[in-house]
């Protein structure tokens, strides 16, 4: 059975940094892409981030909004994957997903709040 | 960015009735490998999204029958046949294709 569980999320001040990891079971985790996607409350999810498979050289693309900012990166020994979030801003609260691919499993997600 | 326009943001259906929903994006989905990446998931109240429906008109494992997606290029269209109970939330369709994939704005399905 494919699981994801995120974990990592609170309340951080503007500015700060948080490291959001995501813990996945139940699949050769090397073969697959991987993405976060956040979800602010009562709003539109949105795309943030994929890190390929080994196959594509474990590479990244960004929403340009998030670029520089966030950074996707796997553990591929121990099947985690990672969303580094710096310079955090009040729009960047929100529910954050880790998805297998683009949407077909997905995380339960946690909460990540920026406010002072 | 592609943008996605979903057509109508909330529906009221009776159990037993079918309902369309419309994306269409502002450019053409066609990937240059000819495929079409366009997704339709449901987010029912309080849980994760789950997705039903990929490259148009396939149909995830589990998913029932009722749910069928069609279209292409930049016109697309979900219709549930005979919507059940469990059916209510906010379906979204997300395109695949070009960097960054974006979603549409929803479309909430209530039940009379």
């Known amino acids: 059975e494919v699981k994801l569980l995120e974990s990592g999320g609170g309340l951080v001040q503007p500015g700060g940094s948080l490291r959001l990891s995501c813990a996945a079971s139940g699949f050769t985790f090397t073969d697959f892409y991987m993405s976060w996607i956040r979800q602010p409350p009562g709003k539109t999810p949105e795309w943030l981030g994929v890190i390929r498979n080994k196959a594509n050289g474990y590479t990244t693309e960004y929403k340009p909004s998030v670029k520089g900012r966030f950074t996707i990166s796997r553990d591929n020994i121990q099947n985690i994957l990672y969303l580094q979030m710096n310079t955090l801003r009040a729009e960047d609260t929100a529910i954050y997903y880790c998805t297998r691919g683009l949407g077909l499993y997905w995380g339960q997600g946690v909460m990540v709040t920026v406010s002072s | 960015d592609v943008v996605m326009t979903q057509t109508p943001p909330s529906l009221s259906v009776a159990i037993g009735q079918s309902v369309s929903i419309s994306c269409k994006s502002s450019?053409?989905?066609?990937?240059?490998?000819?495929?079409?990446?366009l997704n339709w998931l449901l987010q029912s109240p309080g849980r994760s999204p789950k997705r039903l429906i990929y490259?148009?008109?396939k149909l995830d494992s589990g998913v029932p029958d009722r749910f069928s997606g069609s279209g292409s290029e930049k016109d697309f269209t979900l219709k549930i046949s005979r919507v059940e109970a469990e059916d209510l939330g906010v379906y979204y369709c997300l395109q695949g294709t070009h960097l960054p994939f974006t979603f549409g704005s929803g479309t909430k399905l209530e039940i009379k």
């Open positions: 490259q148009v008109s």
């Open positions: 450019q053409s989905l066609v990937a240059s490998d000819k495929n079409t990446y």
